[in-house]
């Protein structure tokens, strides 16, 4: 048996490229289980949280919004300043990069097994994608210093 492999070691393009698969798979199927079921209309519903300018927006606001961890942002910049010889067909090279970022920390919260995480984040870019939050989701990091703060 292999000993646990720190996925965060591995290079960005690799934990973008299946956390291209994870996310995607998310959204689709959050739209399935909102009834929708034409292939056509769930194809043009879907482009709406994964496309390139979709991710880069969500990392924008994430970023903005103080989301991620302090690990998780190190993932993020690694995905974003790999170098790939691929671009979006319908982005330029600078949102096909902070999306490639995006897909890393996917990615990497999936192979580390940290669902909930995963889970969390991935619920708050759709619903950041549908116009507002239904809860204000704030970096684990900070998370904790706020709860020392107020003495829990």
Not at 31 to 60: C, E, F, W
Not at 78 to 99: E, F, M
Not at 106 to 135: N, S
Request: net charge negative.
């Amino acid at each position: 048996m292999r000993d646990k492999q720190d996925y965060g070691l591995l290079n960005g393009l690799a934990l973008a490229y299946i956390g291209d698969a994870v996310y995607e798979l998310f959204v689709r199927e959050s739209l399935i289980r909102q009834g929708n079921t034409r292939p056509n209309m769930l194809h043009q519903k879907a482009t709406k949280y994964v496309s390139a300018n979709a991710q880069a927006d969500l990392m924008y606001e994430m970023l903005e919004r103080d989301v991620l961890t302090e690990r998780e942002k190190e993932i993020y910049r690694r995905g974003r300043n790999a170098k790939s010889h691929t671009t979006a067909k319908n982005a330029d090279v600078k949102t096909y990069r902070i999306s490639t970022g995006f897909e890393a920390v996917m990615g990497y919260l999936h192979l580390e097994g940290e669902t909930e995480r995963l889970q969390e984040l991935m619920t708050w870019c759709v619903q950041a994608r549908d116009g507002g939050h239904d809860f204000d989701l704030k970096s684990q990091d900070h998370a904790s210093v706020n709860d020392k703060e107020e003495g829990t």
